[in-house]
């Protein structure tokens, strides 16, 4: 294993009326999709109207913050608040539910990682009432 990774920076995350129950959620330690109600496909970024079936029927759905990595790359150079960090995972993580996010791998090294690692959610607390949601290689 590698030396402890530092923890990344969490700045509070843009919030839009389709955006906003999502980030609420966070706080509390619970990740939320959409869910189509007419063609049940499970919608992430969060929006209005299903891109499957142009549907405005949705609602939210919490999924088990549980999935895999997909792909990844560690970043050698940031902007904004990761400028100057040591490298840092950029990742898609497959939830177990079906959709991809784009998120931070935490608490691990590009070397501790591949496709196909078992990962789950944890929050970083943005100190405006939110929480990033990213990932960590899942504790037995």
């Given at each position: 294993?590698?030396?402890?990774?530092?923890?990344?920076?969490?700045?509070?995350?843009?919030?839009?009326?389709?955006?906003?129950?999502?980030?609420?959620?966070?706080a509390?330690?619970?990740?939320?999709?959409?869910?189509?109600e007419?063609?049940?496909?499970?919608?992430?970024?969060?929006?209005?109207?299903?891109?499957?079936?142009?549907?405005?029927?949705?609602?939210?759905?919490?999924?088990?913050?549980?999935?895999?990595?997909?792909?990844?790359?560690?970043?050698?150079r940031?902007?904004?608040?990761?400028?100057?960090l040591p490298?840092?995972?950029?990742?898609?993580?497959?939830?177990?539910?079906?959709?991809?996010?784009?998120?931070?791998?935490?608490?691990?090294?590009?070397?501790?990682?591949?496709?196909?690692?078992?990962?789950?959610?944890?929050?970083?607390?943005?100190?405006?009432?939110?929480?990033?949601?990213?990932?960590?290689?899942?504790?037995?």
């Amino acid at each position: 294993m590698n030396a402890p990774v530092p923890p990344l920076p969490a700045p509070a995350p843009p919030v839009n009326a389709e955006t906003r129950e999502f980030w609420a959620a966070t706080a509390d330690g619970r990740l939320l999709v959409k869910r189509c109600e007419d063609c049940d496909s499970l919608i992430w970024y969060p929006r209005a109207i299903c891109p499957q079936c142009s549907s405005l029927h949705t609602e939210w759905f919490e999924v088990s913050g549980r999935g895999s990595i997909y792909s990844y790359t560690v970043n050698h150079r940031g902007e904004g608040a990761y400028q100057g960090l040591p490298p840092f995972v950029l990742a898609y993580v497959e939830l177990d539910e079906g959709p991809r996010l784009m998120t931070n791998i935490v608490e691990a090294g590009g070397a501790d990682l591949r496709v196909g690692l078992p990962v789950e959610v944890v929050f970083q607390d943005t100190s405006d009432g939110m929480a990033l949601p990213r990932f960590r290689p899942l504790r037995t």
